[in-house]
Structures are given as structure tokens and as C-alpha cells.
């Protein structure tokens, strides 16, 4: 499962491995196995949005509403937790997602205009709605059997990373095999040539942004379970991170590639870095520069790799 041979994972594995010695170094408890935990608790949400980003981009997409989604899906299901009960209200909470995302993949396929613009859009539709449901008020006081179910342990493990473990070998046997992730794939390297050849271009669209809605739509059930609220700001930008996760683990802008398990380890390095960074005391905002700065050498070395690609 773990593709040795793609550069740009091991790339994150080395960067993985000189974070995780540089904090040690600088903080002793870094590597203690409750701080280990507590950051994989932490990176599973990311690393859910993420993976469902992955088969959007693969696709040449791209999704900036996936915050937003879980910001309404967040006030939704709390506000009806009660009334609903834990198991409809997980249910509810994966359906919104997936309607979300159809909404998306329906309006950048069906009618030809480009995703950045689409969720662009969407990104303030789907916040806006999430304030208005609620009348702007946070929701307090969810159900400590829904909290426990997914964000308790299973033994030593906690739930989010058993989760992330499920969601990651999906979208690998999705991606990698199966004739859908042949589909995201192609479309992503040459859509015109994808169609010539038979591939329902739009519906392979569609369904990579259904899927990253319903993920959407499982973190935002992770997060309230995990603070044991909602608010309409909940996922306030998510969308930088996990694009920051999906390209640090070697998945092209330019679609046509992908690594779903580079993702989870982008996602743990982000993690891993905000971690070591909040145990030293930094300041909160200048780690949002590390974020930023790490994005844009992502992005420089998947164009080299593109352009070297290219060149052979």
C-alpha cells in the first residue's frame, strides 16, 4: 500500500522524520505516546477533508467549500441531535455532505464552469446558510453517547485514527483499484481523450465531489464530537490546510496523479508542525506563515516534477 517508489513520499517521510527529531530535541515531551495520539486525533479531521480532496484534484478540480461544509453539516446535526438520535444523525450528517458536494460537482460539470469559481462561491452559500440556521448562536451541550462513539477509544487507540485508518484504505482501493479511479485519473490527465475513450467525463466528476462532501461531511461529525459543539464558523479555513496536506503528499495541482497515503502523512506532517510549534509557544499567527510558506514549496516542487515529467 505504501508506494516507496514515488518520490515525493518519501520526501514527506524524511520531512516527517526531521520534525519529529527536531521537536524532541526541543521538547522533550513531544514524543511521549499521549502527545503522539493527541496530534494523530487532531490530524485525522484534516486528514479525512484531505483525502476527499485528493480524488478531486486528481481529477484537475478542486473543492474550497469543504470548511464551509463542515460548518453547516456541524450546526445541523447538533441542532437535531437530540430529536434524531446518534446513528440518524451520523446518517443525516454523511447525506448533507454528499448533497453539498453534488451541488458542487453538478455545477462545475454540468454546466462547464470552473470549480475554483464553483466552491468559491458555494464557500459563502454554504457558511451563509450555516448562520442563518442557527441565527449566528453556537450549539452547546451534544449528547455524550454520540461523543463517545466517535471520539472515544477503541483499547489504547482512539477512534478518530481507527477512522482515518478505514477512510485511507477506501480511497486507496478506490483511486487504485477500482474502474472509478481509473476514470478520476484519466480525467484528470486529459479529459478530451478520457471522453474520446468512453469515460462519462461529467459523472466522474460529480461523483469525486460527492465523495469529498460526504468526507466533508464525516469530519464535521468528528469535530463536534470532539469539542462536543457546533458553530457556523466551524471549518473556518479547513480549505488551506488540506490543500496544503493534499500537495505536500505528492498529489499534482494539475491532476492526472495522485497518492491517497502521501495525503495522510501531508496531513500528520502539517499536524506534527503545528504541534511541536504550539509546545514551543509560537505564535499562533506566524504559524500560519509556516503554513503558507510550506504550500508554496509544495506547489514549486510539484511544478519542477511536472516540468521534468514533461520533458521526458
Not at 479529459?191 to 465531489?209: C, E, H, I, P, Y
Not at 488540506?242 to 500528520?268: E, F, H, Q, W, Y
Amino acid at each position: 500500500m505504501l508506494d516507496f517508489s514515488n518520490n515525493r513520499v518519501l520526501g514527506v517521510l524524511i520531512a516527517l522524520a526531521v520534525t519529529f527529531t527536531f521537536f524532541s530535541i526541543m521538547v522533550p515531551s513531544f514524543l511521549t505516546v499521549n502527545n503522539l495520539l493527541e496530534m494523530g486525533v487532531q490530524s485525522s479531521i484534516i486528514a479525512v477533508i484531505a483525502l476527499g480532496m485528493t480524488l478531486v484534484i486528481v481529477t484537475g478540480g478542486i473543492d474550497l467549500s469543504v470548511g464551509s461544509i463542515v460548518g453547516l453539516v456541524s450546526v445541523v446535526c447538533a441542532t437535531n441531535l437530540a430529536a434524531w438520535g446518534t446513528l440518524p444523525t451520523i446518517l443525516v450528517g454523511l447525506a448533507l455532505g454528499a448533497v453539498l458536494g453534488f451541488i458542487n460537482g453538478a455545477f462545475s460539470a454540468l454546466f462547464a464552469l470552473e470549480s475554483f469559481v464553483v466552491t468559491l462561491a458555494t464557500l459563502n452559500v454554504y457558511r451563509g446558510l450555516a448562520f442563518l440556521y442557527t441565527g449566528g448562536r453556537p450549539v452547546f451541550g451534544l449528547d455524550q453517547g454520540f461523543r463517545d462513539l466517535l471520539s472515544g477509544r477503541l483499547g489504547p487507540i482512539p477512534n478518530p485514527i481507527i477512522l482515518v485508518a478505514a477512510v485511507t484504505l477506501i480511497c486507496y482501493l478506490i483511486l487504485n483499484r477500482s474502474r472509478l479511479g481509473v476514470h478520476l485519473k484519466a480525467v484528470g490527465t486529459n479529459s478530451d481523450a478520457a471522453r474520446k475513450s468512453g469515460v462519462a467525463v461529467n459523472r466522474t466528476k460529480v461523483m469525486a465531489f460527492v465523495l469529498a462532501g460526504t468526507l466533508s461531511g464525516l469530519a464535521a461529525l468528528l469535530l463536534m464530537s470532539r469539542i462536543g459543539a457546533a458553530e457556523p464558523i466551524s471549518g473556518t479555513g479547513y480549505e488551506l490546510l488540506v490543500i496544503a496536506a493534499v500537495v505536500v503528499g505528492g498529489t499534482s495541482l494539475m491532476g492526472g496523479r495522485a497518492s491517497i497515503v502521501g495525503t495522510v502523512l501531508g496531513a500528520l506532517l502539517l499536524g506534527s508542525i503545528r504541534t511541536g510549534l504550539t509546545l514551543l509557544n509560537v505564535n499562533p499567527f506566524l504559524q500560519l506563515v509556516v503554513t503558507g510558506v510550506i504550500i508554496l514549496l509544495a506547489v514549486l516542487v510539484d511544478r519542477a516534477a511536472s516540468r521534468s515529467k514533461a520533458k521526458r
